[in-house]
């Protein structure tokens, strides 16, 4: 059987009743992705360096460079409400996962216990398979607690008996001993654990777009390869960056990106221009700038 042809679907809006538009059972695989409730701006600022011997800043081999600040992406980052704002929106994932298929929701330490009750009683705790432990070593250090270097990622499936899981296709990773285990397994490298060590989007990597929360694409590469098949149709209604509709555009899926940031709606025309994605309430600009000639940092 012939596999249907990529789509690249984009909606401008709040994804609630855009989501309760869509028929049941429509998607292989969803991740979700909301705000994490900090009670803060979550704030990226904008810089293009260029050298300068008089500048603010150090490069490679010592040499000097000014930064140049081009603009701020931003957005607060507080419900009073949080579990009744996502309620209703993860009701609706349920509804629209095929019977196959399963449910990704990326969250911090903050919301992480009262999100996980939440979702046991809307998909059933015989339904949830894993915590999954992202963890990275970026940034400031706290002085009076452990420092908070993780988020979680609670994986669902719609039935437990049967869902979507390609062994095959997990990047391996290396062995911390390889000599203990023989040069043969060595070079094949093992699986992951449910704890993945992955840096953040490098604020100085080709990856970045400006995006303030934007999620590293080996992260969601790993989820894609693995709880999908090619040729499967994706959701992410809080699309931010884009990220899911990059991975699986290259990975041979169909996606669907809900977000209701202007700015994130920029960010994906520039990001994803090369899918030539339908847009659903908003027209993308013709003068974009591309996100690469940006270099983006983190304002704490």
């Known amino acids: 059987m012939s596999q249907a042809p990529q789509t690249l679907d984009i909606h ?23 705000p994490f409730n900090t009670g803060k701006v979550q704030k990226r600022t904008q810089l293009k360096t260029v050298r300068d011997a008089e ?14 600040k081009l603009g701020s992406k931003a957005y607060v980052d507080a419900f009073d409400d949080y579990l009744g704002f996502l309620e209703p929106r993860l009701i609706e994932s349920h509804r629209l996962l095929k019977p196959t298929g399963s449910f990704f929701f990326h969250i911090d330490y903050r919301e992480v216990h009262y999100c996980k009750v939440l979702l ?4 059933g705790r015989s339904n949830f398979l894993n915590e999954i432990i992202w963890a990275y070593d970026y940034g400031a250090r706290a002085t009076k607690r452990w420092s908070p270097k993780h988020d979680t ?3 669902y499936a719609k039935d437990a008996e049967s869902y979507t899981y390609r062994f095959d296709d997990i990047d391996r990773i290396p062995y911390m001993a390889p000599d203990l285990v023989g040069p043969e397994k060595a070079a ?25 929360t934007q999620k590293p694409l080996a992260i969601i590469n790993r989820i894609v390869r693995v709880h999908s098949n090619p040729g499967d149709r994706l959701l992410d209604f809080f699309a931010g960056s884009g990220t899911l509709g990059e991975s699986a555009l290259r990975l041979g899926r169909s996606a669907v990106l809900v977000d209701s940031n202007v700015e994130a709606m920029e960010v994906m025309a520039r990001r994803l221009s090369f899918a030539a994605p339908r847009w659903f309430g908003f027209t993308p600009s013709d003068t974009a700038s591309p996100s690469s000639a940006c270099e983006s940092l983190f304002a704490q």
């Open 120 to 123: 046991d009683s809307i998909f």
């Open 153 to 155: 990622i609670l994986w």
């Open 55 to 68: 500048g603010d800043r150090t490069g490679f081999q010592g040499e000097r460079y000014r930064s140049i």
């Open 188 to 212: 094949r490298g093992k699986t992951p654990t449910d704890v993945w060590w992955n840096t953040i989007v490098s604020p100085n990597g080709k990856e970045k777009t400006g995006y303030p």
């Open 12 to 34: 401008h809006g709040d994804n609630l009743p855009i989501i309760q538009g869509m028929e049941d059972g429509s998607f292989d695989l969803i991740y979700i992705d909301p």
